[in-house]
């Protein structure tokens, strides 16, 4: 996967750096790991009722109401995590891995993904596991549109409030 990455990030011409780290698990986690460029993020893999997933990207000091991010973002039926098995099956990875590089293994677009207005604009750098928790690459926020596209899926930029 990671070597899938650097080859589209190369074709697109999208700067990025690599920073390899002890494997890190939760939010909590990460704040022991030396600084990167970018704010820390966390990333929610989550479907509603009717199996369309979708892939949440915002800052580590948020924590959305999921009903009402659900509405925010047009979900049906309500949100809740999708499994372990569903996280596998549509991005190839396991819990704890979970970033924006995922998506290049959702070929068939299947995830919709919104990102925190916070960690894109005014941001130089975005933050993202590459399949794996024990390295974090830092994404030219400028590079990300290009990246979406050539994966074929489209984002959007929501404001999310610090705590709901």
């Given at each position: 996967?990671?070597?899938?990455?650097?080859?589209?990030?190369?074709?697109?011409?999208?700067?990025?750096?690599?920073?390899?780290?002890?494997?890190?698990?939760?939010?909590?986690?990460?704040?022991?790991?030396?600084?990167?460029?970018?704010?820390?993020?966390?990333?929610?893999?989550?479907?509603?009722?009717?199996?369309?997933?979708y892939l949440?990207?915002?800052?580590q000091?948020?924590?959305?109401?999921?009903?009402?991010?659900?509405?925010?973002?047009?979900?049906?039926?309500?949100?809740?995590?999708?499994?372990?098995?569903?996280?596998?099956?549509?991005?190839?990875?396991?819990?704890?891995?979970?970033?924006?590089?995922?998506?290049?293994?959702?070929?068939?677009?299947?995830?919709?993904?919104?990102?925190?207005?916070?960690?894109?604009?005014?941001?130089?750098?975005?933050?993202?596991?590459?399949?794996?928790?024990?390295?974090?690459?830092?994404?030219?926020?400028?590079?990300?549109?290009?990246?979406?596209?050539?994966?074929?899926?489209?984002?959007?930029?929501?404001?999310?409030?610090?705590?709901?």
């Amino acid at each position: 996967m990671k070597e899938g990455i650097r080859k589209i990030l190369k074709e697109l011409n999208i700067v990025w750096k690599e920073f390899h780290h002890p494997p890190v698990f939760t939010c909590d986690e990460s704040q022991l790991l030396p600084s990167m460029p970018g704010k820390k993020d966390k990333n929610l893999f989550l479907r509603d009722k009717k199996r369309q997933y979708y892939l949440i990207t915002l800052t580590q000091d948020k924590f959305p109401n999921l009903k009402e991010l659900g509405e925010k973002i047009g979900a049906r039926g309500g949100l809740s995590f999708a499994s372990e098995e569903r996280l596998n099956e549509v991005l190839g990875i396991k819990p704890g891995c979970v970033g924006l590089l995922a998506l290049i293994n959702d070929t068939s677009a299947q995830t919709k993904v919104f990102i925190d207005r916070d960690l894109m604009e005014g941001e130089e750098w975005i933050q993202s596991h590459p399949g794996v928790n024990d390295e974090t690459w830092c994404v030219a926020t400028s590079g990300l549109p290009k990246f979406f596209e050539a994966t074929g899926h489209a984002y959007q930029i929501i404001v999310l409030d610090t705590c709901s």
